[in-house]
């Protein structure tokens, strides 16, 4: 063993710095907060206080308001994010190379600015008065909608951001995937007679769903994890209805200082995304898979 490692040092050379990094500011910090999920951790000083943490967020109505509301989000942005990104590569795919690069730089962009800038651009867009939203509901006679300030539409307008922010990441690998199918395949399926729709539904839908697994697993950990844009359109509320769990452990940790808690609904959460994951893997997964 250790022969084989020093035989291939340069390449462990090479990966190293990320290793490093990688350690430090994830390995630990989740080693670190599973330590301190089972204390009740304190600046100058802790107790041990075992599973009471974990007993204590199972209790907490406004820990499982906050999970009711990120699997609200999540079954919505998640599957939509993955269906919009197929079907938008699947119009792309067949342009010339000028038009595909034009599309791909053009969905790409916008996931190269902040998310709280992106946040901000659309917590103007659902300004009550001045929105752009209700500009365009006015024009249609529809009454203005109190978007981010009532509890009936405040994680409505945060889902309804997600959905419509193009998913600029999920369009380029689904194109990287559909340009390793042979034509000769599509060519097949022509000559028997199948249409357009047949094509996409028989040949491209089942070989790009090695990166629909992908893209769902990468998603839904996203959904959990959304953050920013609650923050920063809404601070959770109005109430708590847009209370996410991340924003609950934030407020839990950085505002009541109650770290232990807040480890332990982090190592929950941490616990469902990876059964979500595992679920999803199960359930997606399939040997179908063109291999040039």
Not at 34 to 46: A, C, D, K, P
Not at 65 to 71: K, Y
């Amino acid at each position: 063993m250790f022969k084989r490692i020093w035989k291939a040092r340069s390449g462990y050379l090479f990966i190293l710095p990320k290793f490093i990094l990688f350690t430090v500011f994830v390995l630990v910090p989740i080693v670190w907060s599973l330590f301190v999920s089972f204390q009740e951790y304190r600046i100058f000083g802790t107790e041990w206080v075992g599973l009471r943490n974990f007993i204590d967020a199972f209790q907490d109505d406004l820990f499982w308001q906050a999970v009711s509301n990120t699997l609200r989000y999540a079954v919505v942005v998640t599957p939509a994010s993955v269906i919009i990104a197929l079907v938008l590569a699947s119009l792309i795919h067949p342009l010339r190379a000028g038009a595909q690069t034009f599309f791909r730089a053009s969905f790409y962009l916008p996931t190269v600015a902040s998310s709280v800038v992106i946040a901000m651009v659309w917590r103007w867009i659902f300004q009550t008065r001045f929105g752009l939203a209700n500009y365009f509901l006015g024009l249609l006679g529809v009454e203005p909608i109190n978007w981010l300030h009532s509890s009936a539409w405040a994680l409505k307008s945060v889902i309804l951001m997600a959905v419509l922010t193009p998913p600029g990441t999920g369009i380029i690998l689904y194109l990287a995937a559909m340009g390793s199918i042979p034509d000769s395949l599509y060519e097949a399926a022509r000559i028997d007679g199948a249409n357009r729709f047949m094509q996409w539904w028989k040949i491209t839908v089942p070989l790009v769903r090695p990166t629909t697994l992908y893209l769902l697993i990468v998603s839904t950990i996203g959904s959990f994890q959304v953050f920013d844009r609650v923050m920063m359109m809404t601070q959770g509320g109005p109430g708590y209805a847009t209370t996410t769990i991340v924003h609950r452990i934030y407020n839990v940790a950085f505002r009541d200082f109650q770290f232990g808690y807040a480890g332990a609904m982090s190592m929950l959460l941490f616990a469902a995304v990876i059964i979500l994951a595992l679920i999803q893997s199960k359930l997606v997964s399939s040997d179908v898979e063109y291999k040039g």
